[in-house]
């Protein structure tokens, strides 16, 4: 699949998502659809996030892991939480998996080490790597969302890989609710 397929797919199930649920403001497009760092947009919505991890482990991939990074069921992953916020309000909740075999040291010991955004560490390492949609959907809440986010709106989710040397680096799901970044900007 090319890049403008990519994106008509990524912008199809996008207007899918509203004439089956909710208008999506400009803001939740934008998270929703960039092939970009989100860290990015939300420090330029916001002033400069931070993440706090929530989750940080090695793991064994399952079958199902092991098919998104596209690597053996029982190789060695890093499975990561992470939470951004801003001013103590969370903003998006993330989940990664990354293949160890995959990683260079100093990028695996800022990951393991450190709170920084995935986005970060690419910049930081002059990473050279494109970002591949995956899907983008709306899911009912449960109780932990409820709670972390304070608020019992669906959420909003898109998963993605972040493809380097053909491979897939890092898969990647963030969440947030619908009824947060509402506000469009024009």
Known sequence: MNGKETDATILGKIAKLENENIKLSNTQKILLATD???TTILDVL???IAIKTLIQEFRKATSEIANLLNINEGEDVNFRV???YKDDKPLIHAISYIPIKRLDENFKKDLIGADIPIGRILRKYNVESRREIKNVSIE???ND???LFKTDAELLTR???IIRYGEVLI???ETFPTDYFTKSYD
Do not use: A, H, Q, R
Request: hydrophobic share 40%; net charge neutral.
């Open 82 to 84: 992470v939470l951004m």
């Open 145 to 147: 969302f409820t709670e």
């Open 46 to 48: 916001n002033g400069k």
């Open 36 to 38: 970009g760092s989100v």
């Open 171 to 173: 898969w990647i799901k």
């Open 159 to 161: 998963d993605y890989v």
């Open 140 to 142: 009912p809440t449960n």
